[in-house]
């Protein structure tokens, strides 16, 4: 593991505490360049090592889509439902089998479903949103 210098460790934390601050109001929020340089040096920071860590990705969907989907399975829609109710939202953002496809992964979690396990459940932000919606139903086993 590599050690952080103190320079990093600095941008590191100041990038934590400003980020949400700077994605409402922008830059500008920031007092002077030295800020900006810092924030900007944190950001990249924390880029690589996502770059690094994380896996190539076969989804794509973000938390308001993957929130759509687990609420609309949720409410007792079936798949052809939420997928015309998705692209209705979405528009073409996916494939109508892309969104069938999280419909299934949410079934395979779904413990009014047990005998369905026949995907893979490889989306954790969803069975985040589906546990924050029942966690007695959705669990994986």
């Known amino acids: 593991m590599t050690e952080l210098t103190n320079q990093q460790q600095s941008a590191l934390d100041f990038y934590s505490e400003m980020a949400n601050q700077v994605q409402y109001f922008g830059l ?12 900007n040096q944190g950001k990249k920071l924390i880029e690589s090592v996502l770059t690094k860590k994380t896996p190539a990705k076969l989804d794509y969907y973000n938390n308001e889509e993957r929130t759509f989907v687990a609420v ?12 015309d109710s998705f692209l209705k939202n979405f528009g073409n953002t996916h494939t109508q ?26 989306d954790t932000e969803l069975l985040i949103i589906l546990q924050e919606l029942n966690s007695d139903r959705y669990y994986i086993d």
Not at 31 to 36: F, H, I, K, M, N
Not at 72 to 83: E, F, P, T
């Open 72 to 83: 609309a399975y949720n409410q007792g829609l079936n798949r052809k439902q939420i997928v």
């Open 97 to 122: 089998d892309s969104v069938g496809q999280k419909v299934e992964m949410i079934k395979s979690v779904d413990s009014a479903h047990k005998n369905h396990n026949k995907f893979q459940f490889r």
């Open 28 to 39: 500008t929020i920031l007092d002077g360049r030295e800020e900006r340089v810092l924030f």
